[in-house]
């Protein structure tokens, strides 16, 4: 499984070896693939969750709330302005004890952003820019290593920004289209079942498995036939 690292060193005959906390990766998909007209949502997440995570790590440097307060919220407006205006006029009107316990939630718990799906003006791909563009000396690209036990090291793939995803993007196909079910079960062609169970999540699972057995029982009747 590989892992990210934020620092790294090369040794005498030139190979590089990860350096500091690692951080493994489930999967590393590559958005520059053909995006799906459905939910674009999916290709800018992992860019955003990027983004907010180095933001946590680095109020952890600052020494005082206000620092980590400006730095946040000014991260905060350059990727959804709106958002960070009306979260900014409740964290005005808290105490001192509870603005301190804001600001340590957000780097423990993580940092949350809301998504304007209605806004023609909002342009999340710009405001990505934007921050990378204000903020590079911070936020900068994880270096990529995938474990090698037969050769005895980690092999560094290269730089990347990887972050979380939570938006999956669903199963479409020319033939049955696009269904918001298709979160639910799937059917032996690997195609989204379209059912009301399936809607109303009374099935947990598809009605239609294949069952890995059948084949093993068929042969084994068979050489009992012979």
């Known amino acids: 499984m590989p892992y990210l690292t934020t620092d790294t060193y ?5 190979v590089t070896h ?3 906390e690692q951080r493994r990766v489930e999967l ?8 799906n007209r459905t939910i674009p949502m999916a290709l800018f997440e992992p860019s955003i969750t990027c983004i907010l995570e180095q933001v946590q790590d680095h109020m952890k440097t600052m020494k005082s709330v206000k620092e980590q307060h400006d730095f946040m919220f000014d991260v905060l407006h350059l990727l959804n302005s709106k958002y960070a205006k009306e ?10 004890r509870e603005k301190k316990e804001f600001i340590q939630e957000s780097i423990e718990k993580g940092i949350r952003l809301r998504w304007e ?20 000396d911070i936020i900068k690209p ?11 090291r980690d092999i560094y793939i290269g730089e990347d920004f990887i972050g979380y995803q939570y938006m999956m ?4 196909s020319g033939e049955k ?5 298709s979160a639910g079960a799937i059917s032996d062609e690997s195609l989204p079942e379209k059912s009301h169970e399936n809607k109303i999540g009374k099935h947990w699972a598809s009605s239609t498995p294949i069952n890995q057995n059948l084949v093993g029982v068929k042969l084994f009747e068979l050489l009992e036939a012979c």
Do not use: C, M
Request: glycine residues 10%.
């Open 117 to 136: 799906s209605f806004d023609e003006k909002f342009n999340v791909r710009d405001n990505i820019i934007a921050v990378h563009k204000k903020y590079g």
């Open 18 to 20: 990860p350096k500091g």
């Open 142 to 152: 994880y270096h990529i290593f995938v474990p090698k036990p037969k050769w005895g």
């Open 87 to 96: 979260l900014d006029n409740i964290y005005k009107g808290l105490n001192d």
């Open 169 to 172: 993007i669903l199963k479409q």
């Open 28 to 35: 590393i998909t590559n958005p520059l693939a053909i995006i």
């Open 10 to 14: 090369v040794d005498q005959y030139g």
């Open 177 to 181: 289209g696009f269904s918001a079910r």
